[in-house]
């Protein structure tokens, strides 16, 4: 089994890229990958994280300028957003949105310099997400406001769960990752 059915860059996001997974299902159920290292078009990643939230929470938007993420629903289904913060990119202040489920497994890379959050659509989802570097915490983190006024985001929720960080986050336009 090949690792991806397709992969396509994101006009929006230079550097973003979404991979449509290649799976197989039968009686007994599905199964599908995650990453391989035989692949010519990521990176290499050393550290895996899960995330698991309920319907409404809302986690990001955050990012800095080092780590690029692999991101796929591993249950349920979330809005995935992420933005271009890199000071000089030709796509600066841009933004994309995806519904990521665990019925049409893709997986999205989000370049370093670009933040992500998402958006808990399912009454559990399942985020799951490969780090090209270790985290080293929030504080080296950007945290930006999930409903940013520049960016001008189309969340499926008007009224999400937040968490402390993510009530007091900055406005992009001070941002340069």
């Known amino acids: 089994m090949f690792y991806a ?5 994101v006009k929006e996001l230079s550097g973003a890229k979404c991979i449509e997974l290649n799976t197989f299902s039968d009686l007994r159920g599905e199964i599908w990958p995650l990453y391989s290292v035989d692949n010519d078009f990521l990176p290499s990643f050393i550290e895996d994280k899960v995330s698991i939230s309920r319907r409404g929470v809302l986690r990001g938007l955050h990012g800095d300028s080092e780590i690029g993420k692999l991101i796929t629903c591993l249950s349920g289904q979330f809005q995935l957003v992420a933005a271009d913060l890199r000071k000089g990119s030709k796509t600066y202040g841009n933004t994309h949105s995806w519904i990521l489920d665990d019925r049409s497994p893709i ?5 370093p310099g670009c933040v992500n959050g998402h958006l808990c659509l399912s009454s559990r989802c399942v985020f799951h997400y490969k780090w090209t ?10 945290t930006i406001k999930w409903n940013d006024s520049a960016l001008n985001i189309k969340w499926m929720d008007n009224n999400p769960i937040l968490s402390e960080r ?12």
């Open 5 to 9: 059915e397709n992969v396509t860059e």
């Open 133 to 142: 570097k270790s985290y080293s915490g929030a504080e080296k983190q950007a």
């Open 107 to 111: 997986s999205i890379y989000v370049p």
């Open 166 to 177: 993510d009530q007091n986050g900055a406005e992009s336009t001070k941002i340069f990752l």
